[in-house]
T-cell receptor, first 114, second 115 residues
Framework: TQLLEQSPQFLSIQEGENLTVYCNSS?????LQWYRQEPGEGPVLLVT?????EVKKLKRLTFQFGDARKDSSLHITAAQPGDTGLYLC??????????????FGKGTKLSVKP | DAGVIQSPRHEVTEMGQEVTLRCKPI?????LFWYRQTMMRGLELLIY????????DSGMPEDRFSAKMPNASFSTLKIQPSEPRDSAVYFC?????????????FGQGTRLTVV
């Protein structure tokens, strides 16, 4: 059973389009992280959201943590080919709070065509 | 700092052979994690260490897998004997503090193929 479900699994869009990817769970997380992974590389942290309802912006990327801290979304405005990659969400369970309890989703593979 | 360094980048081995993956964490980081990534299961935590001591190895799939951290700058993940279903990308990550908001820094991974 996958604790964190990411959707869509694959997304192919044209440069300039907007998109939203989702990370959902029936479990509550004390915090949630979004990573981007490029081919042949390890994941790189984009943002951490901690508070229910929190919204964080990173240039053209907007991250939102659900009010109940069970889900999150990533919205990209005017996507560029450089945004291509695998977007992973990772949640820390609402107990213990240690990095060792970091649970990853399977990711959304985004391809932005010029 | 050069970041987390893993070797080899690619490994192809025959079923039944022993495989050793290596990791050098970022200097000063107290936590080291081993992950395995496959299309089917995504990124799974295998084991993690704090100050060279294994804390949680519940993700290690079988007794064929073992991990060691003899000192703060080196860790190994060994598979003996290897099987085709072990084929995956294995990542090592390190972190300065084990808190939920702390970033995990990943290496480039070792792509293992067992034939």
């Amino acid at each position: 059973t996958q604790l964190l479900e990411q959707s869509p699994q694959f997304l192919s869009i044209q440069e300039g389009e907007n998109l939203t990817v989702y990370c959902n769970s029936s479990s509550v997380f004390s915090s949630l992280q979004w990573y981007r992974q490029e081919p042949g590389e390890g994941p790189v942290l984009l943002v951490t959201v901690v508070t229910g309802g929190e919204v964080k912006k990173l240039k053209r990327l907007t991250f939102q943590f659900g009010d109940a801290r069970k889900d999150s979304s990533l919205h990209i405005t005017a996507a560029q080919p450089g945004d291509t990659g695998l977007y992973l969400c990772a949640g820390v369970m609402n107990y213990g709070g240690s990095q060792g309890n970091l649970i990853f989703g399977k990711g959304t593979k985004l391809s932005v065509k010029p | 700092d050069a970041g987390v360094i893993q070797s080899p980048r690619h490994e192809v081995t025959e079923m039944g052979q022993e495989v050793t993956l290596r990791c050098k964490p970022i200097s000063g980081h107290d936590y080291l994690f081993w992950y395995r990534q496959t299309m089917m299961r995504g990124l799974e935590l295998l084991i993690y260490f704090n100050n060279n001591v294994p804390i949680d190895d519940s993700g290690m799939p079988e007794d064929r897998f073992s991990a060691k951290m003899p000192n703060a700058s080196f860790s190994t993940l060994k598979i003996q004997p290897s099987e085709p279903r072990d084929s995956a990308v294995y990542f090592c990550a390190s972190s300065p503090i084990n808190r939920p908001n702390t970033e995990a820094f990943f290496g480039q991974g070792t792509r293992l193929t067992v034939v």
